[in-house]
């Protein structure tokens, strides 16, 4: 049977902590809602340096892309960004989430 449990050298959040400790400047995306189809669960994470390196998962393809280079904008300023994706218009395709489903990400600098 499959399990659940997320070592931690595969967990987002000790692996921010571990960047944090080294100095580094991390932010973190967290999916905080999710509607209809959706790649990953309310409460997934994706962990950001201000190189651009990135561990975990919010979603997949495009939309991961865009989180990440939001990011880049949070650990720069200080300032939380929610963001929306889903699949109102027709950019619906080129940012991932063609499932049909709409999610919300949280993207706050740690520390």
């Known amino acids: 049977m499959p399990s659940t449990f997320l070592d931690e050298a595969r967990d987002p959040l000790i692996i921010a902590e571990g960047w944090m400790k ?4 991390v932010a973190i995306a967290t999916v905080v809602e999710t509607w209809g189809s959706a790649p990953r669960p309310v409460g997934s994470h994706l962990v950001i340096d ?4 990135f561990h975990g998962s919010v979603s997949g393809g495009c939309v991961e892309g865009a ?45």
């Open 22 to 25: 080294d100095g580094k400047d």
């Open 50 to 53: 201000a190189e651009g390196i």
């Open 67 to 111: 989180v990440i280079s939001e990011a880049l904008d949070v650990i720069e300023s200080g300032k939380p960004k929610m963001l929306e994706f889903g699949v109102a218009d027709e950019t619906a395709w080129q940012v991932g989430l063609s499932c049909g489903g709409r999610i919300r990400v949280y993207v706050e600098r740690l520390g």
